[in-house]
């Protein structure tokens, strides 16, 4: 786990739903904006009349993601998540409000999941790591060593600021969850500004979507199909979409491993499915993403059934899919059908459609 | 375009200046003192020629950019106005050499100076999923989650390759449409000239930068905000314009053997991207000599039987050999294969491996970070550690050690880049437009390499790496 998915994809299509906000309202004028952080580009799109204001919205947006970034990024050692790292093993130690609550947050889905979703895996993934940097692969007995110190379970926190580790070797890594949080706070940000309809892209594997665009019904996100088949898509409105996936296998070496690791084998995940899930919250969609494609559909179909306003689905190579959840629809433009919609979301889509097929 | 202009044979480097031309229109700019721009591109036909005149008073070398058809009248007008030279944009057969074309008017112009532009560049910028256009259409870009660059690096090696006698070759390329820049804000800004210009530097290549008429207007009416944009670039023109200008060579310790660009072009630049020190030859200048100053050697296109010795023989030698999209039968053959996976089969050599991928490259980002991975961190001759919008370049005089490596920040933030090349040197030295010539920066060696950290990197960077002669004390 870590700032980059490589392949988790979700990608906009927007082109068509522009086409339709063109036809039945007036387009507003939109700005849009770039930065490089967390490694990867984060992306905002906000329709406004008055662009001067969104101009400095999206600005101190993503001036936040970078603030957020100083604070949680396990590359940037003077990080307040390195300096955690490197003390928290001795004592209590005090930490930011924004450090607290993306832990907490962490430790839920931790709990849920059973443990497969763990941010003490960072030993596990910088082992990896250098193997997929070229290094030698890790020893069974450098595996063993990384994997004692995983294990949410020994960490502690103590309302409202402070946290202890009760492993002399724990290390975070906030990769499977950090992006999303700092979505949240870019959307807090936004609205706390008077922006109602803004896009935001974290690198591709998480988007939020506040609002609609001018004229339209929802934004329309493309989805990860690693089949090629079945063009999924999914139209949101004020709710997020992510997805995770395993690295790509090596075309010229058949043992590289891939970069999300098993917290309880402590070996790279091998799977041949990416996996996109919906929910309001894009902190709660970046995580549940990476854990749901370490369960699997048969047992993350399971967990998504417990959880209020979540959907999933995951696509295989060979087109295979699973869908489970209550939340927004995914749509299977591949197949001219949809893999299951929800009565909240079916008109939205049916109109959507119609509205297509008039076009064409 | 760029692929038809990039079928001849691939070999030595030429030299290369990187000098930064503006083209512009024939219409009153302020003087080169006052917008430290050197020189001038004029698009041929001229209705009237007499700007050249007002160009050259004011302090400007001016050119003509012309098509091969054209190069008589422009030659012509070149001679009567003491044009500075012509750049020849579109040769009449894509196949030959432009030495043929442009050579008889070279031979009978000395007074001229002769380039050739390769077109096909793209406006260097750091990407993300989203394309925005002026008509507000979004589309899908890049599937990459990772910072997408667009580099003129694998056009700029290529093409300095490609014509081995010829005239210099250079690159230019169109600005990107932009979304809705908000009130009173410039398109381009004072950060894409200046990463524009870096580039140019890093890849040793000359440019052409379009000056969009309106800035032109602008600077020449002493527009304030205009001058705010422009007093920001001219730091990089001056650190460009002050760049050695030297035979120099690509570091590289990968050898790439390409007869035939658009099914390679991609792959090679992801290859770039990834800062994998390469160079391009064509099958025809390989030779053990060019082997020896490689680890690995990627291979694009058939080989004959003598080429495909020397490289079972490099790869005998501890090299590592990649075929792509190989179907030729080779010696080792005859022997068990090491592995055979489902896209590729792997054989060893002596002390190395050859590797046959056994179709295109697909998914060029993940061939290149196969490649890397297969390579190894200890064959690399340079690496960069969590700089993912930076790329880096190595150049060192023929028969020389000492390194200048040249970095670009593709980012719009400043990045601290740690950096490992290969090699012991007794100083390592940052210039950049920020910083005067010289601040020594803190190093230290290991297993081989030197690795340093340059602090805050906005844009552009050369970094001077003194070789540590036989005897000296290492810092």
Redesign the interface.
């Known amino acids: 786990m870590r700032w980059l998915k490589p392949a988790a994809l979700a990608s906009l299509s927007l082109a068509a739903l522009l086409a339709w906000t063109l036809c039945s309202a007036q387009s507003s004028a939109f700005i849009h904006q770039k930065r490089y952080v967390m490694g990867t580009v984060f992306e905002i799109v906000i329709y406004d009349e008055d662009l001067s204001q969104a101009d400095d919205a999206a600005r101190a947006a993503l001036d936040e993601a970078l603030r957020l970034d100083a604070v949680m990024s396990n590359y940037k050692p003077e990080s307040e998540l390195s300096r955690m790292n490197r003390s928290a093993h001795f004592q209590p130690v005090h930490i930011s409000h924004e450090l607290y609550e993306v832990i907490e947050q962490s430790l839920f889905y931790s709990r849920i999941s059973d443990g497969q979703f763990d941010i003490s895996v960072g030993p596990l993934v910088d082992l990896w790591k250098a193997a997929l940097a070229g290094g030698p692969l890790p020893s069974v007995a450098e595996q063993a060593a990384a994997l004692h110190c995983v294990g949410y379970q020994k960490i502690e926190l103590m309302s409202p600021d402070r946290i202890q580790f009760h492993s002399d070797c724990m290390r975070l890594d906030l990769g499977a969850i950090g992006k999303g949080y700092a979505v949240d706070r870019m959307v807090e940000l936004l609205r706390a500004r008077g922006i109602h309809r803004a896009y935001i892209d974290a690198g591709g594997s998480t988007i939020y979507a506040m609002n609609t665009p001018p004229g339209a019904k929802a934004w329309s996100v493309r989805l990860r199909d690693p089949s090629g088949k079945l063009d999924p898509e999914i139209m949101l409105m004020n709710s997020s979409v992510s997805t995770s996936e395993q690295s790509a296998p090596s075309v010229l070496q058949g043992d590289a491993p891939g970069h999300i690791v098993l917290p309880g084998t402590g070996k790279p995940l091998q799977t041949r499915y990416a996996v996109s899930v919906t929910t309001a919250s894009a902190a709660a969609s970046d995580a549940l993403s990476t854990t749901l494609l370490l369960l699997g559909p048969t047992r993350g179909a399971a967990l998504v059934k417990t959880l209020h306003d979540v959907s999933a689905i995951w696509i295989d190579s060979d087109g295979q899919r699973t869908v489970a959840g209550e939340g927004a629809a995914f749509h299977l433009a591949g197949e001219s059908r949809s893999a299951r919609i929800s009565p909240a979301t079916r008109m939205m889509i049916e109109t959507f459609e119609a509205d297509r097929d008039l076009r064409q | 375009m760029l692929c038809a202009l990039l079928l001849g044979s691939i070999a030595a480097c030429t030299p290369a200046t990187a000098k930064v031309f503006f083209r512009v229109a024939p219409s009153p700019l302020p003087p080169a003192a006052k917008t430290a721009i050197q020189d001038l591109v004029l698009a041929w036909p001229l209705r009237d020629s007499s700007i050249i005149a007002k160009f050259r008073e004011q302090g400007y070398n001016v050119w003509l950019q012309c098509d091969s058809k054209d190069l008589a009248p422009a030659v012509t007008v070149a001679d009567r106005m003491a044009v500075r030279g012509l750049i020849v944009t579109k040769l009449a057969d894509a196949k030959q050499s432009p030495s043929k074309e442009v050579s008889s008017f070279a031979a009978a112009h000395k007074n001229l100076a002769f380039r050739v532009l390769v077109s096909g560049g793209k406006q260097p910028q750091?990407?993300?999923?989203?394309v925005?256009e002026r008509d507000?259409?979004?589309?899908?870009s890049s599937?990459s989650?990772?910072?997408?660059l667009d580099s003129n690096l694998a056009i700029g090696r290529l093409a300095h390759s490609i014509y081995p006698d010829s005239f210099p070759i250079m690159y230019d390329f169109r600005w990107a449409a932009p979304?809705?820049p908000?009130?009173g804000a410039w398109h381009p800004d004072a950060e894409d000239y200046a990463l524009a210009i870096a580039e140019s530097d890093a890849i040793r290549s000359d440019v052409i930068v379009e000056l969009p008429s309106s800035l032109q207007k602008a600077l020449t009416a002493e527009d304030p905000q205009a001058w705010w944009l422009w007093r920001k670039v001219v730091p990089y023109l001056d650190f460009s314009s002050h760049a050695p200008v030297t035979n120099v060579q690509p570091v590289a310790s990968l050898g790439v053997i390409v007869d035939e660009v658009q099914r390679s072009y991609e792959a090679i630049n992801l290859m770039a991207r990834h800062n994998l020190a390469f160079e391009a030859v064509h099958p025809a200048g390989l030779t053990p000599d060019r082997l020896a100053n490689w680890n690995s050697v990627v291979v694009f296109c058939s080989l004959n039987a003598e080429a495909a010795v020397m490289l079972r023989n490099f790869a005998a030698n501890g090299g590592i050999v990649?075929f792509v999209n190989s179907h030729d039968k080779f010696p080792w053959h005859s022997t068990s294969p090491l592995?055979r996976?489902s896209?590729?089969t792997?054989y060893t050599a002596g002390a190395g491996q050859i590797?046959e991928?056994g179709e295109p490259v697909?998914?060029p980002e993940?061939?290149a970070r196969?490649?890397?991975?297969?390579?190894?961190?200890d064959r690399s001759a340079l690496a960069l550690w969590?700089s993912?919008?930076t790329l880096a370049t190595a150049y060192r005089e023929e028969g020389q050690h000492d390194i200048s490596l040249y970095l670009v920040n593709y980012?719009?933030?400043p990045d601290n880049i740690q950096v490992q090349v290969k090699g012991h040197f007794t100083s390592v030295r940052l210039e950049s437009p920020e910083e005067t010539c010289c601040v020594s920066l803190p190093f230290v060696e290991r297993n081989g390499f030197t690795e340093f950290t340059v602090p805050s990197l906005r844009v552009g960077a050369r970094v001077h790496l003194d070789y540590l002669k036989a005897g000296s004390a290492a810092q």
């Open positions: 750091m990407k993300g999923r989203l925005v507000g259409i979004l589309q899908v599937p989650t990772q910072p997408w979304g809705e908000p009130r990649i592995r996976e896209h590729s792997t590797v991928l697909v998914d993940n061939f196969d490649l890397r991975r297969l390579i190894g961190p969590n993912l919008t980012a719009d933030q």
